[in-house]
């Protein structure tokens, strides 16, 4: 509560609101908002809509069944951010468990640190009772069978990321992030979805963002905490993410870069949401206390196709 007035939010009852990145996060926001519906926190919102989709194999680019690295490992990083304390969690290149996010808020809620990498918060996670999953559980023989396919390909694509972000009645906002990362990376590659600011920002009273897209640029124009502080300076979400978006795409053109993917969703502390891509294909999942789960297209600011 302290954190909430400091921030200047009032402890009355507001309009709970989810928003989160892509169309597999349908499954997300409905589980959000059964129980922002009964008055639960934010946090507890997205995490447990994130761990659908982590477990969900059919999406391949997040959790179990998510992208395999060059060495054929499913190493995911994930984060959490509670916008009423500014902390974070955060873990990456995580191997054997099926919950990157839940790891994540761990490292938040039981350490007095930030970041754990690899083995170390794999062993951490063991500490905190998270059981190994099966390793055939988490990577399902088609996804083996794509990796063979395409393992000595110069080229690949794919590096989509679930980014959500919540309010819930109290006031209270956070935001849960969670990928497997960019398909055949190099062991040990961490992308945007586990870097404060870039991936991910939230402050209760202010607003909250996420991304989605080819790590290296989004990490390159910190587009999650650009977007908050535009809200922060009076933008609506829809202006301040596609002000991001736009600038992002720019910048990296002027500094002799190819912008690869780049989108972004938002909420600010009135519960109001927007996406923004500068790519064709880009749609986004959200719900509210006044409007159903649905799924919105964005048409591209810029498309950097065109
Ligand atoms: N946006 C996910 C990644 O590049 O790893």
């Known amino acids: 509560m302290r954190f909430k007035k400091q921030m200047g939010v009032e402890d009355t009852k507001n309009m709970w609101s989810m928003v989160a990145t892509w169309p597999f996060s349908l499954q997300c926001v409905e589980k959000g908002a059964q129980i922002l519906r009964d008055g639960g926190a934010a946090m507890d919102a997205a995490e447990a809509g994130v761990r659908l989709v982590e477990t969900d194999e059919t999406v391949d680019s997040v959790g179990r069944g998510g992208y395999l690295n060059a060495a054929g490992e499913l190493a995911l990083d994930a984060a959490m951010m509670d916008g009423n304390t500014l902390k974070m969690g955060v873990v990456a ?50 996804v083996w069978k794509k990796y063979e396919e395409e393992k000595n390909k110069r080229k690949t694509s794919g590096h989509d990321t679930i980014g959500c972000v919540a309010l819930d009645a109290g006031g209270s906002m956070c935001v849960a992030t969670s990928t497997s990362g960019a398909n055949l990376r190099l062991p040990g590659r961490v ?30 124009t910190c587009c999650s905490f650009r977007v908050v502080e535009l809200m922060r300076g009076g933008m609506s979400p829809r202006e ?18 190819r912008p690869d993917c780049i989108a972004l969703v938002c909420m600010n502390a009135r519960g109001e949401t927007a996406g923004a891509c500068n790519h064709q294909g880009f749609s986004y999942a959200c719900v509210s206390e006044n409007e159903p789960p649905r799924v919105i297209s964005v048409p591209p600011i810029i498309d950097k196709d065109a």
């Open 191 to 220: 992308g945007d979805t586990p870097i404060i600011g870039s991936g991910f920002y939230v402050q209760t009273g202010v607003g909250g963002a996420a991304a989605t897209g080819l790590g290296e640029d989004i990490m390159r």
């Open 93 to 142: 290149c995580v191997r054997g468990f099926e919950h990157p996010v839940s790891i994540a808020r761990k490292v938040m809620e039981n350490t007095r640190h930030s970041i754990l990498v690899g083995p170390h918060a794999e062993e951490f996670a063991r500490k905190m009772g998270f059981t190994e999953a099966d390793p055939d559980y988490l990577i399902p023989k088609n």
């Open 240 to 257: 301040a993410v596609e002000t991001v978006v736009l600038t992002a795409h720019n910048t990296l053109l002027q500094c002799g870069l």
